[in-house]
């Protein structure tokens, strides 16, 4: 929680790398439904990237 926080940028560059390496398109991750800040924080800094965040019972990220 506080990573996405505090080092937002840094943690989606984290995921860019890791999802390059590993040829895949999607990448899941599990995010509390209690981290409202958090699922903010990272929905606006995917957004300048071009990438979106899905919504459901889990976060989806897909990459254009």
């Known amino acids: 929680h ?4 505090e080092n937002t940028a840094e943690f989606v560059e984290g995921i ?3 999802r390059q390496a590993l040829g895949v ?6 995010i509390e439904s209690n981290k409202a800040d958090a699922i903010s924080r990272l929905y606006k800094v ?3 990237d071009s990438m979106r ?3 459901s019972s889990r976060w989806r990220i897909e990459y254009a």
Do not use: D, P, T
């Not at 398109?25 to 599990?30: N, Q, S």
């Open 2 to 5: 506080r990573v996405m926080l």
């Open 53 to 55: 965040l899905s919504a």
């Open 25 to 30: 398109r999607r990448v899941y991750i599990g």
């Open 46 to 48: 995917l957004r300048k």
């Open 16 to 18: 860019k790398i890791i």
